[in-house]
């Protein structure tokens, strides 16, 4: 079993900006993809942006692209989402995905407990 610990949700202005953290503990995989998904209230849950520990590859939502960005300490098991330009359509409960792989239709088998992040305008 994988846990995973988010943090760093709030409330912030447009055009702010918000760094969400997730830890990852337990039996953590060698090889893996971490990564971030949204729901907002009425809506799809949607990828926000993914890294594949293997090669390092990172992928990012078109809605989100030059706006949020991954990062990772790999001593702590942890990723973060450095979220920048911060629009109000970011509004939503933000999800830790943890797998062995993921591709474009990833369906992680670890999932964060959520955390709220709400920009005002």
């Known amino acids: 079993q994988v846990q995973l610990a988010e943090s760093g949700g709030g409330s912030v202005q447009a055009g702010g900006s918000l760094r969400l953290s997730c830890a990852a503990s337990g039996s953590t995989y060698s090889s893996y993809c971490m990564g971030w998904f949204r729901q907002a209230p009425g809506k799809e849950r949607e990828g926000v942006a993914a890294?594949?520990?293997?090669?390092?590859?990172?992928h990012y939502a078109d809605s989100v692209k030059g706006r949020f960005t991954l990062s990772q300490d790999n001593a702590k098991n942890t990723l973060y989402l450095q979220m920048t330009s911060l629009k109000p359509e970011d509004t939503a409960v933000y999800y830790c995905?943890?797998?062995?792989?993921?591709?474009?239709?990833?369906?992680?088998?670890?999932w964060g407990q959520g955390t709220q992040v709400t920009v005002s305008s």
């Open positions: 890294i594949y520990s293997d090669n390092g590859a990172e």
């Open positions: 995905a943890y797998d062995r792989s993921c591709d474009k239709d990833w369906e992680p088998y670890y």
